[in-house]
């Protein structure tokens, strides 16, 4: 399954990926209901370094570690799990340059688990989840930007 939404952020692309590669900058646009207890990830991102995280997610715990699989600044980070509940899991941030700012991308490529519904539940529940998560995380880093202009 495949999940894209695109933001546009009033700061320099540089900017636009420090920020996301800056694992604790992650819980300036968490959703409601996400409570971050544990960040572990080292900046810069390079590929194949390894990072961290454990969540509450509407109080179900979820431990997370990832690997940055592309860090080319300031285009483009990818991140992929190593352990996460979905069988499978790829986040590409994507950053262009546009007058005025960057148009952010997500593009999330995912697989449900057969023991949480699988492709069913893909389909259904978890497309809303992601629309209404990353709708949030965007307009709380869009606000982040707007706040911390130069």
Do not use: C
């Amino acid at each position: 399954m495949r999940f894209r939404r695109s933001v546009f952020l009033v700061a320099e692309t540089p900017v636009v990926y420090a920020f996301h590669e800056n694992l604790q900058n992650i819980i300036k646009v968490m959703p409601p209901g996400t409570r971050v207890r544990q960040i572990k990830g080292k900046v810069p991102a390079r590929p194949g370094e390894t990072f961290f995280f454990e969540v509450a997610q509407f109080m179900v715990p979820l431990r997370w570690e990832g690997r940055w699989e592309v860090a080319e600044f300031p285009e483009r980070l990818v991140d992929v799990s190593r352990t996460f509940p979905f069988a499978t899991w790829r986040h590409e941030h994507r950053f262009e340059s546009q007058p005025g700012g960057t148009r952010m991308t997500d593009t999330v490529d995912y697989e449900v688990p057969w023991y949480l519904g699988g492709p069913v539940t893909a389909a259904t529940f978890f497309r809303v989840l992601f629309a209404w998560m990353f709708m949030v995380r965007h307009r709380r880093t869009r606000g982040y930007f707007l706040q911390n202009r130069n």
